[in-house]
């Protein structure tokens, strides 16, 4: 199957997904690792939530008794 269409740039080797939401971007990009501002923003709200998350203490194990 050589059909390849001929929109796919050979240099799409050398892009990364995007650590959001998987779109390949070009490191070069001034937004990389993200493809955008916005990617951005959502990863770091995840992370954010994340760290929050685990440093919550665990009162609710003393329920289950
Ligand atoms: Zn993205």
Known sequence: MDNLPDDQPSSQADQKPCRSC????DPSDPCYPFCSDRCRLVDLGAWFNE????SRPLDEVDELD
């Open 51 to 54: 760290s929050y998350r685990v």
């Open 22 to 25: 998987g779109k390949p971007i």
